[in-house]
C-alpha cells in the first residue's frame, strides 16, 4: 500500500501494467538468486560453513541458507559485513543497489525511489494506516490478509522493507511529512487489539514529531475532496512534484508536472476539510481509550 534523486538522475519509471509488473518482478526475483549464488561460491571459497559464517554474521545457519538460495533478501549491513568476513573484495556489496529495488513488489519500485529523495511528501489513505507509519505487526497483519496467500519469504522480505523505508522519518535535513487518513482506515482492527494498540499508539508518537501533521478526515464530514481515492504527492529537491497512486497490486506513477499540481492543490483542500492535527491526536487518543 501506499507504500519507495536529484535531476541529474533518470525520472523513476511510471507504474507497470500487470504483465510489466510480473516480467519486473521475475527480474527481481533473478537478481536475489544471482546474489545468493555468489555468497555460497564466496562462502565456499572461504572454506566456511554456514554455521560458522553465519555465527560471524549474526544469523542463524537456515537464515544464511535463505539468503544463498534467493528466499530472503540480506540487508545493506549484512552485505557488507559478508563482504569484509568473505574477503570479496566488493564483490557482495556491487549488489547492494539491485537488491534494495528488488526487495519491493515490481509497482512500487519507482515509488520507494522517490521516497529517498522527498523533501515534502503528502499521503492521503482510505483503506489501510499508510505503510510509512505502520508497525510490524500491522504490516504482517496485512500482508497475511492477501489473497492468494503470500509465501513466508515473500512476507519476511516486505515487512523488512516497509519498515526500512521508515528512516524517512530520521532523516536530516527532515523531510515535510503530512498524512491524512479517512476515519474508516481507524476503524479497521487488522491483527486485533493488541496489533491495533500498538498501530494506534504509534500514530501518537509519529504525530508528535516537528516535521509530520497527521490528520484525520471524520465519516461525518459532508465534504470530501479525496472521493477518488487514495493518492500521495511527492516534491523532489529540484522542486519536481510526481503523483502516485495504486490498486490491486498495479500503480500509476505520474510525472506530468500539470496532475502533480493539480493533486497538490487537491490534497490542500482535503487538509482544510479534516480534522486539524491538534484535533486528529485527540481523536486517536478516544480510540485508544475505548480499546
Avoid: H
Avoid at 512534484?241 to 498495479?250: I, L, P, S
Amino acid at each position: 500500500m501506499a507504500e519507495e534523486r536529484a535531476g541529474a538522475e533518470p525520472e523513476p519509471e511510471s507504474g507497470p501494467g500487470v504483465d510489466a509488473g510480473r516480467s519486473a518482478d521475475k527480474s527481481g526475483q533473478g537478481v536475489v538468486a544471482a546474489f545468493g549464488q555468489s555468497l555460497k561460491t564466496l562462502r565456499t571459497r572461504a572454506g566456511m560453513e554456514r554455521e560458522e559464517f553465519g555465527k560471524r554474521l549474526g544469523y542463524s545457519a537456515s537464515t544464511i541458507a535463505s539468503f544463498e538460495q534467493g528466499r530472503r533478501i540480506p540487508p545493506p549491513r549484512a552485505i557488507d559485513r559478508s563482504d569484509e568476513i568473505l574477503d570479496a573484495g566488493g564483490l557482495l556489496t556491487v549488489w547492494k543497489d539491485q537488491l534494495e529495488k528488488a526487495q519491493y513488489p515490481a509497482f512500487f519500485q519507482g515509488m520507494a525511489q522517490l521516497e529517498k529523495q522527498a523533501i515534502e511528501l503528502l499521503a492521503y489513505d482510505t483503506l489501510v494506516v499508510n505503510g510509512l507509519l505502520q508497525t510490524e505487526g500491522y504490516t504482517r497483519a496485512l500482508l497475511n490478509n492477501r489473497r492468494p496467500p503470500l509465501d513466508v519469504e515473500t512476507i519476511e522480505q516486505r515487512v523488512t522493507a516497509r519498515l526500512a523505508r521508515q528512516e524517512i522519518f530520521d532523516r536530516y535535513p527532515a523531510p515535510f511529512l503530512s498524512f491524512v487518513m479517512c476515519e474508516s482506515v481507524l476503524r479497521r482492527k487488522f491483527g486485533g487489539s493488541q496489533v491495533w494498540r500498538g498501530q494506534l499508539e504509534q500514530l501518537l508518537l509519529v504525530g508528535q514529531r516537528r516535521n509530520v501533521e497527521l490528520q484525520v478526515m471524520p465519516l461525518a464530514c459532508e465534504e470530501n475532496t479525496g472521493v477518488d481515492g487514495p493518492f500521495t504527492v511527492i516534491t523532489r529537491e529540484d522542486g519536481k512534484r510526481f503523483v502516485y497512486a495504486e490498486a490491486q497490486g498495479a500503480s500509476v506513477l505520474e510525472t506530468d508536472p500539470k496532475p502533480a499540481v493539480l493533486a497538490a492543490a487537491r490534497y490542500g483542500i482535503i487538509r482544510s476539510q479534516a480534522l486539524t492535527p491538534r484535533e486528529s491526536l485527540a481523536f486517536i487518543e478516544k480510540l485508544l481509550g475505548e480499546l
